[in-house]
């Protein structure tokens, strides 16, 4: 089962930053937060992970909590190519450890 | 970042044939594979993991019989359906890990449709 509760739809302006949120209250100390997101009928597509502090790539930025327990993924500038499903997912980072999805959020990004 | 293929995008089937689908990496070696399956407006469900050279391990309730995995080398995996029956219409979606990198690259998804 999925470890972690995501609402499951949100709204966002384009140009506007995007905040999705995650709640994972019951993260081990060796999991890490992915987080990945699909447009309609494609396969997921990698956004970010971290384990405890901030991570920032091109795409995304990841910030976790101090405890651990939720985590929020922003979009900076959100576009309309933007608009998916996004899946905050925790797993053990470790080789051979499979994705458990759960329903994630759908972002709907409007002009 | 690295790239996971599919094989066929899309297929359509009569009731009681077999299809098989291939998942290819094609700029990196996938010491791990793994199979999910998605039904409309639900999220991906994870059928089985396998290893390239041993076999698969199945999730519960995913009957292994009916849906055979190879991975017979560290670029390919096959998920065949055998006897596919309309109700195994389903968007078929691999993904690929390596030892390196710590995310898993996913396929573009095959889908299959079972008349």
């Known amino acids: 089962d999925a470890k972690t509760t995501q609402p499951p739809s949100m709204d966002c302006a384009e140009g506007r930053a995007a905040n999705l949120p995650c709640n994972h209250s019951?993260?081990?100390?060796?999991?890490?937060v992915y987080w990945y997101r699909q447009i309609h009928s494609q396969g997921p597509q990698y956004i970010i992970h971290?384990?405890?502090n901030n991570e920032t790539n091109e795409m995304a930025s990841l910030i976790i909590t101090e405890d651990r327990k939720s985590s929020t993924l922003i979009l900076p500038h959100a576009t309309l190519r933007d608009t998916a499903v996004y899946y905050c997912?925790?797993?053990?980072?470790?080789?051979?450890?499979?994705?458990?999805f759960g329903k994630g959020t759908t972002l709907s990004v409007s002009s | 970042g690295a790239v996971v293929s599919q094989h066929p995008s899309w297929v359509i089937c009569k009731s009681g044939t077999s299809v098989k689908i291939e998942c290819r990496s094609l700029?990196?070696?996938?010491?791990?594979m793994f199979w999910y399956r998605q039904f409309p407006k639900q999220s991906l469900m994870l059928m089985a993991t396998?290893?390239?050279?041993?076999?698969?391990?199945?999730e519960q309730g995913v009957e292994k019989d009916k849906f055979l995995i190879n991975h017979a080398s560290l670029t390919l995996s096959t998920l065949t359906v055998t006897s596919a029956h309309p109700e195994d219409s389903s968007f078929y979606i691999c993904?690929?890990?390596?030892?390196?990198?710590?995310?898993?690259?996913f396929g573009p998804g095959t889908r299959l449709t079972v008349l």
């Open positions: 993904s690929a890990g390596t030892s390196v990198y710590n995310e898993q690259f």
């Open positions: 019951t993260i081990s100390g060796n999991e890490y």
């Open positions: 971290g384990l405890k």
């Open positions: 997912i925790v797993r053990a980072n470790q080789a051979g450890t499979a994705l458990i």
């Open positions: 700029d990196f070696q996938a010491t791990t």
């Open positions: 396998s290893n390239e050279g041993s076999k698969a391990t199945y």
